[in-house]
């Protein structure tokens, strides 16, 4: 008589490995919500109780202050994790060219004014919940390696922050960690928001904002840009071939855009443009505008503003010519008056521009233009480190980013 045979032990390994690996598409999404600080304009998410982390979109480490009790995590020079933790060196951090000796050390680094120090790396949790991209659903805790530094790097950070999330896409910033602890997919969504909260979605799609009814699943809306790096750098590129002004193009000096290239960056709150692209951009805007019979003196950092009482408001912010990043293929990143003209005081609006300092026009070392916060405000980016990919999309004027039900499904 023959027995049945028991299931070879390979078999069983491959269809628990299945049953583990499969859920991973469908998987739930990670929700932070996302705060503007009115002081220095940048942003955070609450990680866990009592605890916030400034993001930054070029960093690339999760770092925070060390608990009095931490246990460093035991890494060695050659763990793989040691390698990502020193794939990215500040260029302000002198120490982080010290040679690993036996356990592994980070150089975690204020994203503001450049100041490191040498940190143990710690295994944490950060406290968020899952979200089908409508409501939250529970609560998840996400493992992450991190740094632990001294807090006297949190300097002119936010006061209620503890620490850094960098969203970069470095193997040890919160978007390859949150993938690889909820087994989700390597991509990220962020709406930041002018005021209220915001949403930093992990995972993927989707997207909805209040009222549902008229904007649905905000995803769906995005156009799309490749995201673009370059070596030992971790700040986020994308090709930007012109510039255009009321849909004209702007005369930039040949090669402008290429040299340096054109970046996002939340560590500022105002797009910044390197000299010989400035120029031409604020003058196009001037003359498009026409409106020197509204023109008041310069409110620094900016240099074009007008009583604001003198310019047409309507839906979309002050009707003022449209700012186009150009991009590959024609598409274009539209800026309208909501996110290219900032209000410095109850009767002045300004052009929301700066001129980048401290950097020669043509320097092709500097970006040519650092697309900041205010820019990127009530915009949905949508960042896929797995396709290399950045989708963009304005959130309709009726909705915002602060427009996310916070209240838990039951
Ligand atoms: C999860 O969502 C609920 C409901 O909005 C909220 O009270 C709670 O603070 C959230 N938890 C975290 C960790 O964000
Ligand atoms: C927010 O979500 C809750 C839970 O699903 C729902 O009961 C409520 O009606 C929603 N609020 C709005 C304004 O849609």
Redesign the pocket.
């Known amino acids: 008589m023959k027995m049945p045979r028991p299931m070879p032990l390979l078999i069983v390994l491959a269809i628990s490995v299945l049953a583990l690996a499969w859920p991973a598409s469908c998987a739930d999404l990670v929700l932070f919500p996302v705060a503007k600080d009115p002081a220095t304009s940048l942003y955070t998410i609450h990680t866990r109780h009592g605890a916030n982390h400034v993001i930054d979109l070029a960093g690339p480490l999760l770092w925070s202050t060390c608990a009095r009790d931490h246990l460093p995590a035991a890494f060695s020079c050659k763990d793989p994790v040691c390698k990502l933790v020193n794939a990215y060196r500040a260029p302000s951090c002198r120490i982080a060219g010290q040679r690993c000796k036996k356990q592994c050390r980070a150089y975690p680094y204020n994203p503001i004014t450049g100041q490191c120090a040498a940190a143990d790396l710690i295994h944490t949790r950060l406290v968020a919940n899952t979200t089908d991209g409508?409501?939250p659903l529970q609560q998840v805790s996400v493992r992450a390696v991190a740094a632990c530094a001294p807090r006297n790097i949190l300097a002119s950070l936010p006061k209620d922050v503890t620490g850094v999330a960098g969203l970069s896409a470095s193997g040890l910033a919160l978007p390859a960690q949150v993938a690889a602890s909820q087994r989700v997919a390597r991509k990220f969504m962020l709406c930041l928001p002018r005021r209220g909260e915001g949403v930093a979605i992990f995972g993927g799609a989707p997207l909805f904002l209040?009222?549902?009814s008229s904007t649905g699943d905000l995803t769906t809306t995005l156009a799309f840009a490749p995201l673009r790096s370059k070596r030992g750098n971790p700040l986020y590129y994308i090709p930007v071939q012109g510039i255009a002004v009321n849909h004209a193009q702007v005369p930039l000096p040949a090669h402008a855009l290429t040299a340096g290239g054109v970046v996002l960056c939340t560590r500022v709150a105002y797009t910044a443009l390197r000299a010989d692209v400035y120029r031409p951009v604020v003058d196009a805007f001037d003359r498009a505008l026409a409106r020197n019979d509204a023109k008041v003196p310069a409110v620094a950092p900016f240099e074009l503003c007008y009583r604001s009482s003198m310019l047409w408001n309507r839906l979309l912010g002050y009707a003022v010519p449209d700012i186009a990043l150009v991009l590959e293929g024609g598409k274009s990143w539209t800026f309208v008056g909501s996110n290219s003209m900032v209000d410095v005081n109850s009767q002045t609006a300004c052009l929301a521009l700066v001129e980048m300092k401290g950097v020669k026009a043509g320097d092709p070392s500097a970006a040519a233009v650092v697309v900041g916060g205010f820019q990127m405000e009530n915009h949905l980016l949508q960042f896929d480190l797995e396709k290399k990919q950045l989708g963009f999309a304005k959130v309709p004027f009726l909705s915002a980013c602060s427009n996310f039900?916070?209240?838990?499904?039951?």
């Open positions: 409508k409501n209040h009222p549902e039900n916070f209240t838990k499904t039951q």
